[in-house]
């Protein structure tokens, strides 16, 4: 049986994998390719009225790390750059070719209804399983009052939405740009326009580097360079933070949601999953190493499916949900702290400085009776800030170990030192509820 | 070796290449990133001239090469000849924290290499820049790790120098004594080039000690005498028969070796013995297998514990088919006008102390390398206090007549290393500074 088999939005899929609407999904060839490597489908390459747009030489910029590893792209390429009968001819044949996978249309449109209604149903009839509405496009399709342009409106995101809903019975998911300040109202525009899911995020705007000799951003056409849309995995936590807002709102938390942002791995599809995902949209990564990745990525979702115990994903889909919440609902009283595994420590001292510099003094460093250095916490000072264990170069050789302080949950709203509070208690109370010695 | 079985010119030549092949720039990177950019780092502890090398392999992750190599240079102005000599494995490399998770430590002589290669190679100008002329003259004698280190400091720091160097060119044992599959295409020489470039060192040549030259004129020509002279006299077996053909210090072939370009032009025994247990027995001994000798035996007198040369360099003969042999000591030389074999007796502990058994063996041999330690000229050294049979010394490099410092080999702590040479000279134009000149100690 297969255990990834799921549902997004109504669309059964072969497993939460698609590509994503980007160069890898803009033509016959790299979809196909694309299914044969075991992707569960895919969003097509953002279609648009003729005639096509025309596209830069010199299109992705990339941030890397200092390994060579690449962290995150930024492209300023645009919508398909092929006639729209080329691509809907090329959609109805691998409809054909490969009726157990996922095709989605991507749109974006001109701000007039007509054409809004008029390509959705020509992308429609092409087969496809559902709509996606290109409205997060960040530069270039901006400039023609198109994608971001259209995102970062509410009342156009749920014009357009309801444009097409209003024309073709497939579902229609409403792509968000995160270069917003509150993705929740574009979330809710989407949702009174009648969408049947969100799909977030799409890039963020950016600047990869800038050239120090041609003194331009990059990619740089003919000298000069203009912001792109970054992805990869740098914008994960960025997607992460967008999609649980969007899932524990009441006003949104019925829209299905197609994750997108940085998703390499399994391990990082099970974590939007968890967050209330109800499937994922890959591109980078894809980019980066080719379609093969989606093997691991199937193997290694469901080894986690089975040591957890899951027989599906909708087992522990949105399970992370509830334990995201606002910072005032967070317990003031609890305590970690840090603690260093001697026999793992390889005395290199980043913990030490680290918070020596910049936290609180709390890790001492000594020289020891065989010439090696000793770490330790000084558990006064240590705050739980997490800091050393995350510049430890060894795996787990920090961990943090929560103390029980014997203090009961309380929050900052609650909390006798709010001076917002509105129920004052005793000083004697608050020494007690607190466990700070004022000595 | 060519496929044919028969050892060509090129198999020579070949042979004596770069032991370690230089990093590539992604090979560079790739070794960076293993280091973790230590806090308060035991490599710098570990290394005698206290270079930076967390802050030099961040700057090759940044790509900040050339400040790599200033940060190296900047300690250690022969960062170049250590980065290829250095018995890495028993200093920076020993303390490496890489150690404990990855079992193995950063290649730091490597990537010290790729970052000093980087500024030679470039050709750029010379990283430092001379203080103001202070007026103040300093004799160097010996234009070996210790003196040139020393002239280069002195000059840095403002005063003008004369070297005084007994053989036809500059870098000492860099020049003469390391093995050549150490220091391919000329390196001792470029980086001679290149220290010179800091401007205010003339070198001048063929100046012996105690011949065409002495200790008391200089005193009295120059405002302070740095003393960097190493150790000329090799130790002898003490046997009978020594001086038959075949016989020879290994200094002297490492040497000969060192100054001839084509090396299938020297001549080798077919079965050579090399005595001593020291880095230069087995830089000998793996040469002259390189050179095409049929049978290298090493012997020494004690075991594998007692030999001062690294477990890497004992590890290194082997693996070029060097026979160790241990627990042997030389009794006698035999042979008519050329020697023809060598016989030890061997030897054992006993009580603490080594005793031979009375055991004896014989080895055939055409040519026989002795490597076992060198000591220092003293009479060429007027009245100076010598110790141990080294220059004596304060803890500011000052020997015992005023205005004579020294350091490298041929003082008391002198312990046959390059980088404690470097270091020495570096400290020694520091101290004749403050205590000469008043200039204060500050590190550079």
């Given amino acids: 049986m297969n255990k990834l088999a799921c549902n997004i939005a109504g669309i059964d899929s072969i497993n939460p994998f698609w590509l994503a609407s980007a160069p890898p999904t803009d033509k016959y060839i790299n979809v196909v390719r694309a299914f044969e490597a075991g992707w569960g489908g895919v969003v097509w390459k953002t279609l648009g009225i003729d005639p096509p747009v025309i596209n830069m030489s010199s299109r992705y910029g990339v941030h890397h790390d200092r390994s060579r590893n690449v962290i995150g792209i930024n492209n300023i390429e645009l919508i398909t750059d092929r006639p729209l009968e080329t691509n809907l001819r090329e959609i109805e044949q691998i409809r054909k070719e490969w009726p157990d996978r996922v095709i989605i249309g991507s749109m974006m449109a001109p701000l007039d209804e007509n054409t809004w209604k008029e390509l959705a149903i020509k992308i429609a009839n092409s087969g496809v399983h559902g709509i996606e509405l290109n409205l997060g496009c960040p530069h270039g399709m901006c400039e023609r009052g198109m994608g971001s342009a259209i995102g970062q409106v509410p009342e156009l995101v749920e014009q357009t939405t309801r444009w097409v809903k209003e024309v073709v019975d497939i579902p229609v998911f409403t792509k968000l740009t995160p270069n917003i300040t509150d993705i ?26 800038v050239d120090l000799d041609l003194m331009a951003p990059t990619p740089t056409v003919d000298g000069k360079g203009t912001h792109g849309g970054y992805c990869g ?9 967008m999609v649980g807002e969007i899932a524990r709102n009441p006003e949104t938390r019925n829209l299905q949601i197609s994750a997108i942002g940085g998703i390499e791995t399994w391990r990082d599809a ?19 190493y080719g379609f093969r990745i989606v093997d691991d990525m199937i193997a290694g979702l469901e080894n986690f499916l089975d040591e957890k115990g899951y027989a599906s994903l909708s087992a522990f889909q949105g399970k992370a949900i509830p334990n995201v919440v606002n910072w005032n609902e967070l317990n003031i009283n609890f305590d970690t702290k840090a603690f260093i595994n001697k026999d793992s420590c390889i005395e290199c001292g980043r913990c030490h400085i680290a918070c020596e510099d910049t936290s609180h003094q709390a890790i001492t460093m000594q020289q020891n009776a065989s010439g090696g250095r000793d770490f330790v916490v000084v558990d006064d000072e240590c705050v739980g800030c997490n800091l050393c264990k995350h510049v430890c170069p060894v795996p787990e050789c920090i961990e943090m170990r929560p103390v029980d302080n014997g203090l009961p949950v309380l929050t900052w709203p609650e909390h006798p030192k709010n001076p917002l509070r509105v129920d004052i208690v005793s000083p004697e109370n608050t020494l007690a509820e607190t466990g700070e010695n004022h000595e | 070796m060519s496929t044919t079985g028969k050892v060509t010119i090129d198999d020579i030549n070949a042979g004596f290449g770069d032991l370690h092949k230089p990093y590539n720039k992604s090979q560079a990177l790739l070794e960076a990133s293993r280091c973790t950019y230590c806090f308060d780092a035991p490599c710098i502890k570990a290394c005698p001239t206290g270079i930076d090398i967390p802050t030099f392999i961040h700057q090759i992750r940044t790509q900040n090469v050339k400040g790599a190599a200033k940060t190296i240079l900047s300690e250690n ?6 980065a290829r000599a250095c018995p890495t494995e028993v200093l920076c490399e020993r303390a490496c924290v ?10 730091i002589g490597l990537l010290q290499r790729f970052a000093v290669d980087h500024l030679l190679d470039s050709s750029e100008e010379h990283p430092f820049v001379r203080a103001s002329d202070t007026g103040k003259n300093i004799a160097v004698v010996g234009a070996g790790p210790a003196g040139l280190s ?29 093995a050549a599959y150490k220091m391919v295409d000329d390196f001792a020489q470029k980086e001679v080039d290149f220290l010179l470039g800091i401007g205010g060192i003339e070198i001048i040549y063929e100046q012996y000690l105690g011949q065409n030259l002495s200790l008391e004129k200089l005193r009295s020509e120059f405002d302070a005498v740095f003393l960097g002279i190493g150790l000329g006299l090799c130790n002898q077996l003490g046997l009978e028969s020594e001086n038959l053909s075949g016989v020879y210090d290994a200094i002297d072939f490492i040497e000969q070796l060192r100054q001839t370009n084509d090396k299938s032009t ?38 594998e514990d007692n030999m001062t040369a690294t477990d890497w360099e004992i590890d290194l003969a082997r693996k070029n088919g060097v026979d160790v042999r241990l627990w042997l000591s030389p009794i006698e030389l035999s042979g008519e006008a050329h020697v023809s074999s060598i016989t030890f007796e061997q030897t054992t502990i006993e009580a603490g102390r080594l005793i031979g058994t009375g055991i004896h063996e014989k080895i055939e041999t055409d040519m026989v390398l002795k490597a076992v330690g060198q000591k220092l000229n003293a009479s060429v050294l007027s009245d100076i206090v010598i110790e141990g049979g080294k220059i004596k010394i304060n803890d500011k490099y000052q020997t015992s007549i005023p205005g004579v410092y020294a350091g490298g080999d041929c003082i008391d702590t002198g312990e046959d290393l390059t980088v404690q040479s470097v270091e020495d000279g570096k400290r020694a134009a520091h101290a004749m500074g403050h205590t000469l000149f008043g200039i204060e100690f500050k590190e550079v």
Avoid: W
């Fill in chain 1, 270 to 288: 099970a974590e939007f999953i968890a967050l209330g995902a109800s499937g994922v949209q890959v591109c980078t990564a894809a980019m980066l």
């Fill in chain 2, 266 to 303: 020297l001549s080798v025994g077919q079965n050579v013995v090399v005595i001593g247990g020291g880095n230069t027995a087995i830089d000998a001994a793996i040469q002259a297998k390189r050179l095409g000798a049929k049978n290298v035996t090493l012997a020494y007198r004690r075991g």
């Fill in chain 1, 233 to 241: 995995s740098a914008v994960k936590p960025i997607a992460l933070h």
């Fill in chain 2, 150 to 178: 020393c002239a280069h400091r002195a000059a840095l720091l403002g005063h003008k120098i004369t070297v005084f160097e007994a053989k036809p060119k500059p870098g000492g044992l860099n020049e003469y004594g390391l």
């Fill in chain 2, 98 to 107: 890489r150690h404990h998770d990855q079992g193995k430590p950063v290649e």
């Fill in chain 2, 77 to 82: 102005i022969m960062g170049g000849t250590c």
């Fill in chain 1, 184 to 209: 929740l109202v574009a979330a809710e525009a989407a949702k009174r326009g009648g969408a049947d899911a969100v799909s977030l995020i799409n890039t963020v705007n950016s600047i990869a580097t």
